[in-house]
């Protein structure tokens, strides 16, 4: 069974000091990873899809990298807008076509 | 313009009683589907779309019954709503079956 754990589960960061969040996955043959972001309220909002490790993508100051195991979101000098919580999924291959999604971790950036 | 949208935004509704969301799509996707989030938050698929064709049925009571009337429109009808079914339910899009998908802003149900 797909597996993904996301830690911290909240992470509070001054204005500016950055960080990264991680997400650990469990499947069998990774067809894409991707990262969401999902405000208060609202629906989840696409960021980025990785599909093979060592492949890197960059959005303003987030940048998320993947490994064999693990996706890591980089926030470099964050500031309070980037405050949401950042969703990650994997999707398998072999004729699976559902997303499976971990926790979540909870950003906050405090000014 | 909104890209995937959702009907009604709230619902509140009483045990026992049948309802409908509604969502639409004006992305010109070939899929969709319908996501439930509890109240922990976690994010869970229940069924997609390809082309009006079903593909991901996952284990969730067969009170509820998706539909497809064409590619843009994907509803989900819930039978004698229990207690348990209140939660956020989102639809999402996407161009082909392994793509990114896009949400819709949710639809809160809660069940007295």
Redesign the interface.
Known sequence: EDQVTQSPEALRLQEGESSSLNCSYTVSGL??L?W?RQDP??????LF?LYSAGEEKEKERLKATLTKKESFLHITAPKPEDSA?Y?CAV?AGAGS?????G??TKLSVIP | DTAVSQTPKYLVTQMGNDKSIKCEQNLGHDTMYWYKQDSKKFLKIMFSYNNKELIINETVPNRFSPKSPDKAHLNLHINSLELGDSAVYFCASSPRIYYEQYFGPGTRLTVT
């Open positions: 067809r894409g991707f969401y309220g609202k629906g989840p909002e696409f899809t919580t969703l999707q076509y559902q997303l499976t999604f926790k979540g």
